[in-house]
């Protein structure tokens, strides 16, 4: 398993990872829901986020597979999903709304949707098509410290940033998440197409 670790695709993976999750940008609402005396617990939102996702991925292969659903074509769907959350970043747009009924805070909105949420799935899964689970896991763990480390300092990261420097930074992130999106679209049809020829060949 150590064999397959590879520095480059871990990086990649973080840097996918770190946009969708996008802690910088949550920043703002970590601080409304104290500002509202709903408190978050940075050590439980850190390891329920990270036990949802870790479970996920190694349970969602299994769980498309009831469905017969291949890889690949979650892989694209994934795309489009990655794909929308960019033009969110991007253009200031509300494309996925939060309209749960649960008031706590650090299972929900915190964990999820927003650090552990169908984007975050979709990606890992996503992720998975392409590169080996060893550097998908090391990436996962990092971001999850990164996780941690935000929402304990969540107030100290907003006045160092400041609102104009969270805002180019999803902005940026929105970019990278963009071209990643089209990355992962083009890497799979292309893979999903010579499968199906071979599979009707």
């Known amino acids: 398993m150590l064999s397959a670790f590879n520095f480059q695709d871990m990086v990649s993976a973080f840097i996918v990872l770190f946009a969708v999750i996008d802690m910088i940008g949550s920043i703002p609402i970590i601080i409304a829901l104290r500002e509202k005396g709903r408190d978050v617990n ?6 329920y986020s990270g036990a949802l996702l870790v479970g996920f991925f190694y349970a969602g292969h299994l769980l498309l597979s009831l469905f017969r659903v291949d890889i690949e074509s979650f892989a694209i769907a994934g795309a489009f999903v990655i794909f929308l959350m960019a033009l969110e970043m991007i253009l200031d747009i509300e ?3 939060n309209t749960g009924p649960i008031k706590e805070a650090t299972l929900v909105p ?11 799935f979709t990606t890992l899964l996503s992720l998975r098509a392409q590169y080996a689970s060893i550097n998908i896991m ?4 990092l971001n999850m410290v990164w996780v941690y480390i935000v929402l304990r300092m969540t107030s100290k990261i907003e006045k160092m940033l400041g609102k104009g420097g969270i805002y180019v930074v999803r902005k940026f992130f929105g970019i990278i998440l963009l071209a990643i999106s089209v990355k992962l679209f083009t890497a799979n049809f292309t893979s999903l197409i010579a499968f199906l020829q071979s599979s009707n060949a």
């Not at 940075?42 to 390891?47: C, E, R």
């Not at 915190?110 to 975050?120: D, T």
């Not at 090391?138 to 763990?141: I, K, V």
């Open 138 to 141: 090391t990436a996962l763990a």
């Open 110 to 120: 915190l964990v999820f949707p927003l650090l552990a949420g169908a984007g975050a």
């Open 42 to 47: 940075a050590i439980k939102a850190t390891l």
């Open 95 to 97: 494309i996925f709304k």
